[in-house]
């Protein structure tokens, strides 16, 4: 079944929404703030209402399709990638693409920033934390692009007492690493290049749910072979499973299954 396409309307809506409020935000000094924390931005409240509760609505939609993976000592939880994303939620896309969020984006990081490549699964993700102990380890959100790659984590769905915890500057030299925890409520954000930033979502308790969706914008859409195939298989492992990223390689629509 083809999912509905967004029309001119919605995507007016949405962008027009994106547009009014980062004008209402002091984006000099969130750039400031951002440059002197090593990359990193974190914002409470940044999405609208409504593109919040779509978001809320479209995660709570797609638990049946949820992929799980368990990498002993590093990683529990479940993933889906954008190109279940595009089938079966296509506001999640028109909110990835919107004019008005990459322009403010670029004007926080100084990059022209472009949309990961269509056959890249992580462009744009949902992270499922619902069962006891759902976690994932320290770890840096590395890029294998020829440029650089940054993430921008949406909240969507926050009933946890999960934490992000985080280390700015490890990679600033002469500098020391300065730790912060924060738990980012539905319609916050946070940005940050991905190659700089060290960070862990800690364990889920009994009885809790969290959801969160990820962005990655780059600033070289090129990825030589040897890092793809290593990107590719990171994917399958860790992520969205064999037949998700290979069957959509091999130009074959996955097929759907209920892991949740």
């Known amino acids: 079944m083809t999912a509905p396409v967004a029309t001119n309307d919605v995507r007016a809506t949405l962008d027009d ?30 999405l609208p209402p409504e593109q919040t509760a779509q978001l809320v609505q479209a995660a709570r939609d797609l638990t049946r399709v949820v992929n799980r993976n368990y990498l002993p000592g590093h990683k529990q939880g479940g ?5 279940t994303i595009d089938e079966q939620a296509p506001f999640i896309a028109e909110l990835y693409r919107s004019p008005a969020l990459i322009r403010w984006l670029e004007s926080i990081t100084g990059d022209a920033l472009l949309p990961s490549p269509d056959d890249d699964p992580h462009a744009y993700a949902l992270y499922y934390y619902t069962r006891p102990g759902d976690h994932i380890g320290w770890h840096y959100d590395t890029s294998y692009y020829d440029g650089r790659r940054y993430t921008l984590l949406l909240g969507v769905i ?31 954000i946070v940005l940050f290049d991905g190659d700089k930033l060290r960070h862990r979502i800690t364990p889920l308790g009994a009885d809790e749910i969290r959801v969160s969706l990820t962005f990655e914008y780059v600033t070289n859409a090129s990825m030589r072979p040897w890092w793809r195939f290593i990107s590719n298989m990171k994917d399958a492992i860790a992520y969205f499973g064999f037949r998700q990223v290979f069957r959509r390689l091999a130009g074959r629509r996955p097929a759907t299954r209920n892991t949740a």
Request: net charge negative.
């Open 17 to 46: 929404a994106l547009a009014t409020r980062t004008r209402a935000l002091d984006t000099a000094r969130l750039k400031g703030s951002f440059v002197d924390d090593g990359a990193f931005l974190y914002l409470e409240d940044f």
């Open 79 to 83: 993933s889906v990638s954008r190109h």
């Open 158 to 188: 926050e009933e946890s007492s999960c934490r992000l915890d985080y280390e700015l500057h490890t990679r600033t030299p002469g500098a020391q690493a300065v730790p912060g925890s924060i738990q980012y409520p539905p319609g916050a």
